[in-house]
Every structure is written in C-alpha cells, then in structure tokens.
C-alpha cells in the first residue's frame, strides 16, 4: 500500500515558467513533509520541508505548500530552469517512534527546457 | 568534504553469494540509514541506527542484516543474494534521529547491485 503517491511520473516545463510537482498521502500520522531533488548517478539531496504546523514554507526559488484536509503537498518552482531537471522525491514521517524514517514518493521527472 | 561516502559503485553477484555493503560518513551524526530504490517503488527503508549501538528493521529488512560499526560506519550484509535484491542501495545519515528537529537525511550516491 502506497503511502505517500506521486502520480505523475514526469513533468516538462520551459525555462523561466512555474513547476508544480503533486504529492498526496493517505496516512494522518504524517506529521513532517520534505522534498529531494535526484540527479542521475547520485543519491537524493534534501530541498525544502514542512511542518503539519505550517500550510506553507518558502526557500528562494522553492515553496512548498500542505492542505492538511486533502493530503495534498505540492513543490512549487519558479522561475523553472534547466538545472533544476532532475528527479524529485516528496517524503513523509510520523514522528514518534519513527525516527528518522522516512516513506517515499515514486518520483516525478523534471524537465526544464531551455 | 565527503559526506557520505558508498563502496563498492557497482557489483554483481550470483544467487547465494553474500557481500557486505560499506558506508561511512564524516559529519559526527548520530543516525544513519539504509534504503534501497526500485523502479516505481520510491525509496525504501531497510535498516536503520537511530544512534550508535542501536539497530532497528525498516520496512523491508528481510535477507539483510547490519552493524553499526562505529559512530562513522554503517554496513548492510547480504547474507545469500536473490535476484529479488537487485536494486540501488543508498546510505543516509542525520544528526538527530527525528526528521521534524530539522535534521534532514544526507544520502551517499549509491550501490547498484545486480544479482543474476
């Protein structure tokens, strides 16, 4: 059983416009929420995160927004540019016991065209 | 810097042989991880050390086991490969073990292991 979904597997989008990425989860234990970004060859590395406490948290170029109602996360992304084509991973935890462990998303693929 | 360093790369197994995955880290943090990536499966935990002399089962733990070794080293024996375990391994570690004190995971850049 799936988690946390990402149902779209890939995502095209031209340099300077918005990427909006989906994320949805089923468990209301969730309680933390991060995005990765993943270039091939390498592991994933932390973009942004979010509390439950908060419905949004910006970073630059990057915003993160929760509706706790839908369980619904979405990365937004602007402006897009070619260097931001690269795998994107959203992530949950429940806290508690669950330490560090993290449930993945499947990954949508970025592609920023120039 | 080198973060967190994976060896070996690549490997290829036979059914049944065993090998042992090595990871070590140079940041001082007390948790580390390992998940394995399948196509469509996103990551998946396997094992994780919350701190140094602790160990605990992931979400599928099955056909491996790990030591942690020391604070810097964390490493995922398989004891008799199945082409099943085919897949990327990565390694991670945080400072804390809980991912809402702000303490996000830092990832090596991966085994590909096939088993044939």
């Known amino acids: 059983d799936q988690q946390v979904k990402q149902n779209s597997p890939s995502l095209s989008v031209q340099e300077g416009r918005i990427s909006i990425l989906n994320c949805d989860y089923t468990?209301?234990?969730?309680?933390?929420f991060l995005w990765y970004k993943k270039y091939p060859a390498e592991g994933p590395t932390f973009l942004i995160s979010?509390?439950?406490?908060?419905d949004k948290n910006e970073d630059g170029r990057f915003t993160v927004f929760l509706n706790k109602s839908a369980k619904h996360l979405s990365l937004h992304i602007v402006p897009s540019q070619p260097g931001d084509s690269a795998v994107y991973f959203c992530?949950?935890?429940?806290?508690?016991?669950?330490?560090?462990?993290?449930?993945f998303g499947q990954g949508t693929i970025l592609t920023v065209h120039p | 810097n080198a973060g967190v360093t994976q060896t070996p790369k690549f490997q290829v197994l036979k059914t049944g042989q065993s090998m042992t995955l090595q990871c070590a880290q140079d940041?001082?943090?007390?948790?580390m991880y390992w998940y394995r990536q399948d196509p469509g499966m996103g990551l998946r935990l396997i094992y994780y050390?919350?701190?140094?002399?602790?160990?605990d089962k992931g979400e599928v733990p099955n056909g491996y086991n790990v030591s942690r070794l020391n604070k810097r080293e964390f490493s995922l024996r398989l004891e008799s490969a199945a082409p099943s375990q085919t897949s990327v391994y990565f390694c991670a570690s945080s400072e804390h073990p809980q991912a809402r004190l702000g303490s996000p995971l830092h990832f090596g850049n991966g085994t590909r292991l096939t088993v044939t």
């Open positions: 979010i509390s439950s406490i908060k």
């Open positions: 050390s919350a701190s140094e002399g602790t160990t």
């Open positions: 940041m001082n943090h007390n948790s």
């Open positions: 992530a949950a935890n429940a806290g508690g016991t669950s330490y560090g462990k993290l449930t």
């Open positions: 468990n209301s234990m969730f309680d933390y």
